[in-house]
């Protein structure tokens, strides 16, 4: 988790680099420097449950973190996509900057795709407005990792960080 942590927050801060607009790169960050935190405070009471042991307030203390760490994570994840749809600049020749744009506008043709398909096959109301039942949402970057966790499935529990793999080696 910890480590899944700090890759969201290495997204994050490439995106907010990138991001052509100055409010959401701001957001980004801060929503990238609170997920490091809580990722930090995660990793030292997942070392001190080890050393302690089994005690019901150090289990309520990890799962608490555990939490909070998945809220942050949707919380850069919702500034990311915020960011994308605001507009990001050209990456660098970085190959983990090519790879966070790739996935990026990967999820934006998502979108649009889903968009002009609701725009086509319109279920709405008398007044204009969109009918919930059976309307299917928004695609998400969120919904976007989903789909590509299954794939790794087969990364071992602690794998030992290697050098040149890149942000999304780790498919978030």
């Not at 490091?36 to 030292?44: A, E, G, M, T, V």
């Not at 500034?79 to 790879?99: F, I």
């Amino acid at each position: 988790m910890v480590s899944d942590g700090q890759v969201v927050v290495k997204f994050g801060n490439i995106l907010a680099k990138h991001c052509l607009d100055r409010r959401c790169s701001t957001e980004l960050l801060r929503a990238a420097e609170h997920t490091q935190s809580i990722s930090s405070q995660l990793s030292i009471v997942a070392r001190v449950k080890a050393v302690t042991g089994e005690s019901k307030a150090s289990s309520e203390l990890l799962l608490s973190n555990v939490k909070n760490l998945i809220q942050a994570v949707q919380h850069v994840l919702r500034a990311a996509e915020v960011a994308c749809v605001k507009g990001l600049g050209q990456p660098s020749a970085d190959p983990e900057e090519e790879e966070v744009a790739a996935f990026c506008q990967q999820w934006r043709k998502n979108l649009t795709q889903h968009r002009a398909k609701e725009a086509l096959n319109s279920d709405r109301d008398e007044l204009g407005l969109r009918k919930t039942q059976g309307a299917k949402g928004e695609p998400t970057l969120m919904s976007l990792v989903q789909e590509q966790l299954p794939r790794s499935r087969n990364v071992p529990k602690h794998p030992s960080p290697r050098k040149g793999h890149t942000v999304m080696d780790r498919h978030l």
